[in-house]
Structure formats: structure tokens, C-alpha cells
């Protein structure tokens, strides 16, 4: 028996610790590892290698993916379709694991929808799948973005000045969100809320009235304005500077935390399981701390529910 793994899109902390449980509970249950690399451009170009026991040694705390990853645009023609079921028929391999976020899962689907057995593992650092409580790296990327907030809150204390953060997520705040609670901030402002700019005007001036001459204000790069934009419109209405810093890619990398360390190998471990027990096209997930499957169709293209309580306690712990 032979299973496939790859890693997919944008890569988060602790999809090393979902290879390794993918590659031992299979070898545990008698399957043969392959990994294909570069995502699904590794099944185009036929680029793979055997995974060992010895292969995931040592990689549960590293960041980044050892298969490397790639958001493949040859995938999704019918040419690159047909080299990749060219190369698992050749490999007889029936059973593909997919770490990855939404554009990752609509590629496995396309496999499924070809005869493939696909089990979707939700990895992103951007927690925006809507059937899952929690996605592998999203715990890493917010203490990532809460200890680079806290630097630069000395400085903005410093110099008395405000600061726009901008965080990833794409079309989720949900990094925006916690971190937003992590470090105290003055103002989140996400996708998902249409924050109207005279309330963060307002916000800022009855901050100042009260001496608190600097806001710390963490915005999601999804927010219906752009950084720079809203920086210079706070420094035109509220007559006080707002610096910007953008975190970019330092979100994406480090060492993945213990929670996802334990998520990813509960969720790798869970893929195989699943195939194991002959389930077909499925994408684990966590509600409750319970893990969960459900069909990938189900899986994808929901927009997430933003916690809309979590946000309310953002604004009420700021006052
Ligand atoms: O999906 C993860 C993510 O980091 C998003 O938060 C971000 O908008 C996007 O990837 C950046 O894409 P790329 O890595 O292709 O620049």
C-alpha cells in the first residue's frame, strides 16, 4: 500500500510536524511514503522522494517545509492535470495527503474529482477555514506578531506616536484579532468589519485627551483601506503621527509552537486513520479540541465567521 504527501500554498509553522505524522502513522500502519515536493508542482514534474521513518527525524520543531511548497498555476490547466495523474498512476499511488489552506483543498478536489483518494490537513497561518476551529501555524504566527507588537510598543511609547501593524490573513482577522487581545492594542480593524474611520479619529483624540498620546492599532491586510492611506488620513484628522510597519513573511516562519506541534501531529496522524478505515475525500479539522472530518466540497469556500464576541472584548479591554 502507498500514500502520498505534499505540502501546498503559503507555508505555516508545523507543517513539518504534520509530515512527520503523516509519514509515521502510515509506515505504523503498513503503508509506503511518498513526498512529492514543491506541492502539486512535484506531481507534475514527477519530483519525489521516499519517506523513511528517519526522513521526519528531528523536523517537529521546524519551521517552514521540508517537501517545500509552491502555489502551482500548472495544476490547474488540463495538461498539468493529466502529467499529475500521470505520475501517481506510474507510482500506483491512490491515496494523496494535501497540507494546505482553501486554493490547496480546491486542488485536491480536482484529484478527487479525477479518482483520486484525497485527506485534506488544514495548514495556513491565516485560521480562515470556515469548518475548523484552528488551522496549523495560526497559533505560531500570532505569538510571532504578539512579540514583534511588543517591541515596537516600547518605541511607539517612546516617541509618544501611533503605530499601524499590518498582519496577514488574506481575507480573515482572525491573526489581527488575537493578537489584537495578546498585546492590549488600542484598535483592531479587520476584513470582516467595515470600522468607520471617524470612530478610529475619535478613538485616537480620546486617547490623547487622556494622555495616552500612542495607539497601537493592528490592522488585517484584508481592512477595506490601505495602510499607508489610513496613516496619513490619522495624522491629517487627529493632528498626531502614525508610523506604519507591515510584518509580511516573518509571520510565516519560525519555530511552531507546542499547540501546533500537537495539532499538526494530531491531525496528520488522524489523515491516515481515515484513509486507513477506507474513508474518501475528507478534511480534518478541530472543533471542541475534537477532531473532525468532513467532505473536502464541504471544506472549502465558506467565508469564516469572524468571532464577533472575541472582537467586542478587543474593544472593551482598550478602553
Ligand atoms: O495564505 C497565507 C498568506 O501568508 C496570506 O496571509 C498572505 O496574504 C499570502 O499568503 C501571501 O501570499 P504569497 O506567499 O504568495 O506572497
Known amino acids: 500500500m502507498k500514500l502520498g504527501v505534499l505540502t501546498s500554498g503559503g507555508d505555516a509553522p508545523g507543517m513539518n510536524a504534520a509530515i ?5 502513522s502510515a509506515i505504523y500502519r503498513g503503508y509506503e511514503v511518498v513526498g512529492f515536493e514543491r506541492g502539486f508542482d ?3 514534474q514527477n519530483s519525489w522522494r521516499k519517506l523513511e521513518t528517519i526522513s521526519v527525524s528531528e523536523i517537529i520543531h521546524k519551521g ?11 495544476f490547474m490547466t488540463e495538461e498539468g492535470m493529466k502529467k499529475a495523474l500521470r505520475t501517481l498512476e506510474t507510482l500506483k499511488i491512490k491515496n494523496l495527503v494535501i497540507i494546505g489552506g482553501d486554493g490547496s483543498f480546491r486542488g485536491a478536489k480536482e484529484l478527487a474529482d479525477h479518482g483520486l483518494n484525497v485527506m485534506g490537513i488544514p495548514g495556513t497561518i491565516d485560521n480562515d477555514l470556515s469548518y475548523t476551529d484552528y488551522t496549523i501555524g495560526f497559533d505560531t504566527a500570532v505569538n510571532t506578531v504578539t512579540a514583534a507588537v511588543e517591541k515596537i510598543i516600547d518605541t511607539s511609547l ?6 499601524i501593524i499590518e498582519v496577514m490573513g488574506r481575507d480573515c482577522g ?3 484579532t488575537y493578537t489584537g487581545i495578546s498585546t492590549g492594542a488600542e484598535l483592531v480593524l ?4 467595515k470600522t468607520d474611520l471617524n470612530t478610529i479619529f475619535r478613538k485616537i483624540k480620546s486617547n490623547n485627551k487622556r494622555g495616552k498620546l500612542q495607539s497601537i492599532i493592528i490592522k488585517a491586510e484584508g481592512f477595506h483601506m490601505k495602510t499607508e492611506e489610513l496613516a496619513g488620513l490619522i495624522k491629517q484628522e487627529t493632528g498626531t503621527e502614525a508610523r506604519v510597519v507591515v510584518l509580511g513573511y516573518l509571520q510565516r516562519g519560525g519555530e511552531p509552537t507546542t499547540g501546533d506541534r500537537i495539532l499538526a501531529s494530531r491531525m496528520g496522524a488522524e489523515a491516515v486513520r481515515l484513509i486507513s478505515d477506507g474513508l474518501q475525500n475528507r478534511c480534518v479539522g478541530i472543533q471542541n479540541n475534537n477532531l473532525v472530518n468532513m467532505p473536502v466540497d464541504k471544506a472549502i469556500g465558506y467565508q469564516k465567521d469572524y468571532d464577533s464576541a472575541l472582537n467586542q472584548l478587543a474593544d472593551i479591554l482598550s478602553i
Open 20 to 24: 512527520r505524522a503523516v509519514t509515521r
Open 42 to 44: 512535484g506531481l507534475i
Open 64 to 74: 517552514g517545509t521540508i517537501l517545500k511548497t509552491a502555489r502551482s498555476k500548472d
Open 158 to 163: 517612546s516617541h509618544e506616536r501611533n503605530t
Open 174 to 176: 482572525d491573526i489581527a
Open 190 to 193: 479587520i476584513p470582516e468589519i
